[in-house]
């Protein structure tokens, strides 16, 4: 019930850091038998007007982080497949653990009893993305305004219930159990949770949906997204 497409979204490749290529093309190599299907924000954002055109307007005023959890919804819901983000390095191919029988398959934190929205599968038409983008547009255009960014915690609270992992949880549990959700998406190199053999992919986290009072250097990103790969390596040797 799964197509076999993977996505993964982005303002556009040129703008990829060396550790996002990485990952990008490790899910390619990785992964010969599904169609890579890199998304720009203007092509995922296409998609988003078809699916709420009477909210599309407003939905252009939305923060950077709310626009990506629509985006990934959208391209699933008219294509079908599997997003991941591209902070994610994948470890094993997805034929040795993502059902295609299927029609969607979750991801569960390692550390909690919640689902994952940066990496998840659906079928084309799945009610379940078209119900997150529609709560999630609800919740932004109706809710709460947002915190000052400078207050980071708070910010990041209000992201994650208005648009972010809780709304999509909520949405979640209408359709899923979490008993039935995938293990191993949400592993860090620093403290992993689970048996190394269980890992699908390391989380090695970005963050670029945070607002930042002061951005990176070049050389400073440069230097971490290195570090983030040689974690990788330490932890498979790869």
């Given at each position: 019930m799964l197509t076999k497409n993977i996505f993964q979204i982005h303002e556009s490749y040129r703008k990829l850091g060396?550790?996002?290529?990485?990952?990008?093309?490790?899910?390619?190599?990785?992964?010969?038998?599904?169609?890579?299907?890199?998304?720009?924000?203007?092509e995922a954002d296409a998609v988003v007007k078809e699916l709420i055109p009477d909210d599309y307007s407003r939905y252009e005023q939305f923060h950077f982080g709310a626009k990506n959890n629509i985006r990934r919804c959208a391209m699933l819901h008219k294509h079908g497949g599997l997003y991941a983000d591209l902070d994610l390095y994948p470890v094993h191919p997805l034929r040795g653990y993502l059902p295609t029988d299927r029609q969607r398959v979750l991801f569960k934190y390692d550390h909690r009893d919640m689902w994952l929205n940066g990496i998840f599968a659906s079928s084309?038409?799945?009610?379940?993305?078209?119900?997150?983008?529609?709560?999630?547009?609800?919740?932004?255009?109706?809710?709460?305004?947002?915190?000052?960014?400078?207050?980071?915690?708070?910010?990041?609270?209000?992201?994650?219930?208005?648009?972010?992992?809780?709304?999509?949880?909520?949405?979640?549990?209408?359709?899923?159990?979490?008993?039935?959700?995938?293990?191993?998406?949400?592993?860090?190199?620093?403290?992993?949770?689970?048996?190394?053999?269980?890992?699908?992919?390391?989380?090695?986290?970005?963050?670029?949906?945070?607002?930042?009072?002061?951005?990176?250097?070049?050389?400073?990103?440069?230097?971490?997204?290195?570090?983030?790969?040689?974690?990788?390596?330490?932890?498979?040797?790869?």
């Open positions: 060396a550790y996002e290529r990485v990952c990008l093309e490790r899910w390619k190599l990785m992964n010969p038998e599904w169609t890579y299907r890199f998304t720009t924000n203007d084309e038409g799945d009610p379940m993305t078209l119900g997150i983008i529609k709560e999630a547009t609800h919740r932004l255009i109706n809710g709460p305004a947002a915190p000052p960014q400078s207050n980071t915690d708070d910010w990041m609270r209000w992201h994650f219930d208005m648009c972010g992992v809780h709304c999509f949880n909520e949405v979640y549990q209408i359709y899923e159990k979490i008993e039935d959700a995938v293990i191993g998406g949400d592993s860090h190199p620093v403290h992993n949770e689970i048996p190394v053999d269980q890992i699908k992919c390391l989380h090695l986290g970005t963050g670029c949906w945070i607002p930042r009072a002061e951005q990176p250097t070049l050389e400073q990103q440069t230097l971490r997204e290195f570090y983030m790969l040689d974690a990788a390596k330490e932890v498979f040797g790869i």
